[in-house]
């Protein structure tokens, strides 16, 4: 299956880079020479005409509303087309305005990000909105250099919106225009790497056209997720493989460079679950990871710690006293690059919800569970 989810590439906020200078001092850090002009009027000419013709009917492209796109922007960091395509049109039909949005409950703004997961990305467009609100009349800003500084908006998102939203000259780079540059112009740039994202930039940078640059962005995406995919690249259908040295050198496998995996940290936790009446005892995780969202109370374990204690402890300092048994469960997730293995526990009596918990049933729409919790109540039910 095609991955088609963004991965964008983090650098400092850009400003718009119309200008001869400002494309000068992008090649500089380039590792490789500038395409000429004839080049990239060609590739401008190639993509630009083969995107108008192969674009998907995607949503959030039968608009130019900047809020829109930019909802959709943040929507596709890390989530495929697919899985987004029916969020988006929920969110959009609740929230069509930074203001309707900004008024939204810390809850409600969970709840329409339930599934989508990195949480953190609602809730810095939640506080974006906020201060659309309050400091630009809300609207959202084509100021680049106000937008780029609202909460959550990064390079790739400001360049993005600015771009689509108002055809602002400024580029983007995610993981499948890394991948489609670094195959074009051979170069052998890791965008994991500090170095190797700057020559990236540079020339994605030295690329951007001042006219259609909301295409032209578009349109490298979009054949980098449908025609220069990862593993199996669809260079005979591909409308720039006359200009892709990759391909004039045999050698497209070896482009991008690979980068080193991360190691997996694998991480051992025990919950307790408290049933009553159908409904499950729940609380709020709080921390960098799933901030928020709502769970069954649970404990971390370190090597050769008692699930029994310590689930007890971290019970009686949330207010309920109970006994717990092992179900013999261990349900297995993984988030990020974290390996979770989780032991189940049933605690002996339901008591009244101390404060900060609540029962939820597996049909509380309203309520942000996090994936493992949503997990465990389908299995319940
Ligand atoms: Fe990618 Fe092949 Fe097109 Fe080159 S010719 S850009 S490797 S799909």
Not at 31 to 50: E, M
Not at 215 to 238: F, H, S, Y
Not at 287 to 305: A, C, I, R, T
């Amino acid at each position: 299956m095609i991955r088609i989810s963004r991965t964008a590439v983090r650098g400092p906020a850009a400003k718009p880079a119309p200008t001869p200078e400002r494309h000068t001092t992008a090649r500089a850090a380039s590792a490789k020479p500038a395409p000429t002009p004839a080049r990239r009027a060609a590739l401008h000419h190639a993509l630009l005409a083969w995107y108008r013709r192969n674009a998907r009917d995607l949503p959030w492209r039968r608009t130019r509303d900047a809020w829109a796109i930019w909802v959709s922007e943040v929507m596709l960091q890390q989530t495929r087309v697919e899985t987004a395509r029916p969020f988006y049109l929920r969110f959009i039909e609740r929230y069509p305005t930074p203001a309707s949005f900004s008024r939204a409950h810390e809850d409600d703004v969970l709840a329409a990000w339930a599934g989508l997961g990195y949480y953190r990305r609602a809730r810095q467009l939640h506080e974006a909105a906020r201060d659309v609100v309050r400091e630009h009349g809300g609207r959202v800003p084509r100021d680049p250099e106000s937008f780029g500084n609202l909460p959550g908006v990064g390079r790739y998102t400001q360049a993005a919106v600015l771009s689509i939203g108002f055809g602002t000259p400024l580029a983007v780079l995610d993981g499948n225009v890394a991948r489609v540059l670094s195959r074009l112009f051979a170069l052998k740039a890791s965008v994991r790497e500090a170095r190797g994202a700057r020559a990236l930039w540079a020339l994605a940078e030295s690329l951007i056209p001042a006219r259609a640059p909301g295409d032209w962005n578009q349109a490298l995406m979009e054949l980098g997720a449908m025609v220069c995919t990862p593993r199996t690249p669809r260079c005979a259908a591909c409308p720039l493989q006359k200009q892709c040295r990759a391909f004039a050198l045999g050698r497209v496998a070896a482009y991008p460079p690979r980068a080193p995996r991360r190691e997996m940290e694998r991480v051992r936790r025990a919950v307790a679950l408290i049933e009553r009446h159908g409904r499950v005892l729940m609380t709020r995780r709080r921390g960098p990871l799933l901030d928020g969202l709502w769970e069954p109370p649970g404990v971390e374990l370190k090597n050769g710690e008692s699930a029994r204690a310590k689930l007890a402890a971290a019970l009686r300092r949330l207010g309920v006293r109970a006994a717990f048994e092992p179900t013999g469960r261990v349900v297995r997730h993984v988030i990020t690059h974290r390996k979770i293995e989780v032991e189940v526990w049933r605690g002996s009596r339901a008591p009244e919800p101390p404060r900060g918990s609540r029962y939820v049933s597996a049909t509380d729409s309203g309520v942000a569970l996090t994936a493992f919790a949503r997990r465990l109540m389908r299995d319940l039910e």
